[in-house]
């Protein structure tokens, strides 16, 4: 689970402000999911991202959520306008080779977004 | 539709008294991986277990064991003689294994109390 490194661990934003995780995955991997977990509920898929490319974007809200994941670098998870709405920990999971083939997502720590 | 269904919300037991958390999936594929997943107070995703739908043997694991019924559509958890540091909620998830994705779907969570 250490190998994920998700930073920063807790953010405060008011709102109308821009949010931005940043993710990086294990040595040796190449395929990031990013998730979101409201208070008191479990996780729910957002974007599945290979290297410089987005695979499945389906859990993504339309506006103001965007993704990447760049050929140098961490993955970013970026919140523009941010709406208390937007309060949750956003986890952040890596693979070497999609799950059916590893049996594993290694998860970060999550990131902690508190929207005031 | 995939959807996991973990009906028990929150369970209180006493220390070594065994406790079974239950899981109820529904996919329509014919291939596809159940995991549980165990989130601690201090937020951090640990991976419990990995089951490929082809595989209905139990597995146990100290005093972890896991039921895997497809007859029932189900993944349940049993812990043996519980220990207050098992007290935490769990997450069951599905992985449908379609080419392009691997998505985790995430049951609701139980939450685990155990009580010295």
């Known amino acids: 689970n250490a190998g994920v490194m998700q930073n920063p661990r807790h953010l405060v934003r008011r709102r109308g402000q821009e949010a931005r995780l940043r993710c990086s995955p294990m040595?040796?991997?190449?395929?990031v999911y990013w998730y979101r977990q409201l208070p008191e509920e479990g996780l729910k898929f957002m974007v599945y991202l290979q290297k410089e490319n987005i695979i499945d974007e389906s859990g993504m809200p339309k506006e103001r959520f965007s993704a990447e994941f760049p050929k140098e670098g961490p993955s970013i998870l970026r919140i523009q306008q941010v709406v208390r709405g937007d309060s949750a920990a956003y986890f952040c999971a890596s693979s070497p080779q999609t799950v059916s083939n590893t049996g594993e997502l290694f998860f970060g720590e999550g990131s902690r977004l508190t929207v005031l | 539709a995939q959807k996991v269904t973990q009906a028990q919300t929150e369970i209180s037991v006493v220390e070594k008294e065994d406790v079974t958390l239950d899981c109820v999936y529904e996919t329509r594929d014919t291939t596809y991986y159940l995991f549980w997943y165990k989130q601690p107070p201090s937020g951090e995703l640990v991976f419990l277990i990995r089951r490929n739908s082809f595989d209905e043997q139990n597995e146990i694991s100290g005093r972890y064991s896991w039921n895997f019924q497809k007859s029932t559509s189900s993944f349940n958890f049993t812990i043996t003689a519980s220990q207050v540091v098992d007290s935490a909620v769990y997450f069951c998830a599905l992985s449908e294994a379609s080419y392009n994705t691997d998505k985790l779907i995430f049951g609701t969570g139980t939450r685990l109390q155990v009580f010295p």
């Open positions: 040595k040796g991997h190449s395929h």
